[in-house]
């Protein structure tokens, strides 16, 4: 593979694995320290891993040709939520296609425009927990950002349909969400149907109700030739490809899924551990309140979304626990040389964005949640990179942290809580993301003075 050998974990593979799953941070501190800056893993019934997390290596990966690589060929582990068409598992020409068409919905003006729901959207679900009542502040932040991605995609969210959508998506997310479940994603031989009560039975079912209600919502519209709205949905159904043809109903809900899981699982997390590390912090909190009080009660979100202080908090939120501990793997197609190693077509290049956020000569106590780092300098996109890089950069980078400050800005000028979690909050696997543990418990102290903040747009 390499004319300098590479060193990496002994250990047996299926041990490896374990390890992936049960411990997925400590295991990356430990072999970091043993091993260095790349090292190998291998993890059964997967191809090894080659890791990096030196912003040299990166840099080297993310500024390659991307035709030098394959990356959807290393997602199929993603293939049971998303199917045969996502953007997630393409590679090459239609990987291109499909990419331009989804970006631009989730930029500019299309984005900006959403400003006013998601403050909405957060206030009336933030007014159903009492005060004093404990709530997992994931699963709200879960509600949340459901309910802000389905009226992105579809433009509805309140209709029966969608109230169906919405169970069903969090509870298909929810089977393989906890560190055991989530084997039944890395396992493919635990991937058995032996009826309802089985945890894959009840995946395949929910899966096709998630595919029929989907289905449904595509024939309404084309029946009633109603694809010329705003939403996202009307966009790829207007859509049509250099030969004229525009997209399959599969290709369709494809593509609909991947939005709807890759669009408000990761931002959920995001901002549960924000408001973790918000309330350990009294400081922090301190500090953000003063800038979001400079503001007034009448708050514009696009300067929600320039302050400073808040936009630090969001990135230092990305950078201690970045919820997706890796970039997709570049699967090289032709030999490549990286730092002295050289590589063989067929290696799974893959840049750690866990262990280069942890590196102590850019981020000093790298265990110490510190906004002010990201006031007192700049990071290049190989030094930080929680929405990973290239061709393959998430689609929806913009778009989480406007969704983010809004909502943090929202609750925090709004809501006073306490974490009420008593067991220790720490990053746990959760399908392929990583997550506070327990969800972070939390309750309501009281609610501020000023009843609701009128939005301006
Ligand atoms: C805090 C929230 C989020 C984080 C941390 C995150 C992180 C990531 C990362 C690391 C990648 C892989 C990039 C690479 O391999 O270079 C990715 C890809 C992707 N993300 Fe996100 N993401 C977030 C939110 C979203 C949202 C809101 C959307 C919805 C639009 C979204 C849609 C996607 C899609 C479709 C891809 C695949 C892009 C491709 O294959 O070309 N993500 N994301």
């Known amino acids: 593979m390499s004319t300098k050998a590479l060193k990496g974990p002994t250990i047996p593979p299926i041990i490896q694995l374990i390890e992936a799953i049960t411990h997925p941070t400590e295991r990356l501190d430990a072999y970091a320290k043993q091993y260095g800056d790349i090292f190998i893993s291998k993890l059964s019934g997967f191809r090894p891993f080659v890791l990096f997390s030196h912003p040299q290596a990166i840099q080297q990966i993310l500024t390659a040709d991307p035709n030098l690589f394959d990356s959807g060929l290393a997602n199929q ?220 009660s009448n708050f514009d979100p696009n300067e929600v979304v320039r302050l400073p202080y808040l936009t630090a908090v969001c990135q230092e939120t990305l950078r201690i626990y970045p919820i997706a501990m890796f970039t997709f793997s570049r699967i090289l197609k032709a030999p490549y040389q990286i730092m002295g190693y050289d590589f063989e077509p067929g290696t799974q290049l893959t840049p750690c964005i866990y262990l280069t956020h942890q590196r102590e000569e850019l981020y000093p106590e790298p265990k110490k949640f510190k906004p002010e780092r990201f006031l007192e300098r700049q990071f290049s996109p190989y030094e930080y990179l929680p929405f990973g890089g290239s061709n393959r950069r998430c689609i929806g980078m913009a778009f989480a942290m406007f969704e983010m400050k809004l909502v943090l800005a929202t609750v925090m000028s709004q809501w006073q809580m306490n974490i009420a979690q008593t067991k220790p909050v720490k990053p746990v696997r959760r399908g392929i993301t990583l997550a506070p543990s327990g969800g972070v418990k939390m309750s309501i102290v009281g609610k501020k003075q000023l009843q609701s903040i009128p939005v301006q747009v």
């Open 77 to 296: 582990i993603l293939h049971p939520l998303v199917g045969d068409y996502s953007l997630l598992l393409l590679d090459g020409e239609r990987h291109q296609r499909q990419r331009k068409l989804l970006t631009p919905p989730f930029h500019g003006d299309r984005m900006k425009s959403y400003g006013k729901l998601i403050c909405e959207i957060t206030e009336q679900v933030m007014n159903k927990s009492a005060i004093g009542e404990i709530f997992s502040a994931r699963s709200v932040m879960q509600e949340i950002s459901l309910r802000v991605i389905l009226k992105a995609v579809f433009g509805l969210d309140e209709t029966e349909r969608f109230g169906r959508l919405r169970t069903l998506l969090s509870s298909i997310l929810d089977s393989v969400g906890s560190p055991l479940s989530s084997s039944l994603l890395f396992v493919p031989s635990l991937q058995q149907d032996l009826g309802t009560w089985s945890p894959w039975g009840r995946f395949v079912r929910q899966k096709q109700e998630i595919n029929e209600l989907i289905y449904a919502e595509i024939h309404e519209r084309r029946a009633k030739n109603n694809t010329s709205g705003e939403d996202i949905l009307s966009l790829m159904m207007s859509a049509t490809d250099e030969a004229g043809q525009t997209m399959t109903d599969e290709e369709l809900k494809d593509e609909l899924m991947t939005l709807l899981f890759a669009g408000h699982e990761t931002t959920a997390s995001a901002l549960a551990w924000a408001f973790y590390w918000l309330h350990k912090l009294p400081e922090v909190t301190e500090k953000l309140l003063k800038e979001l009080n400079s503001l007034g």
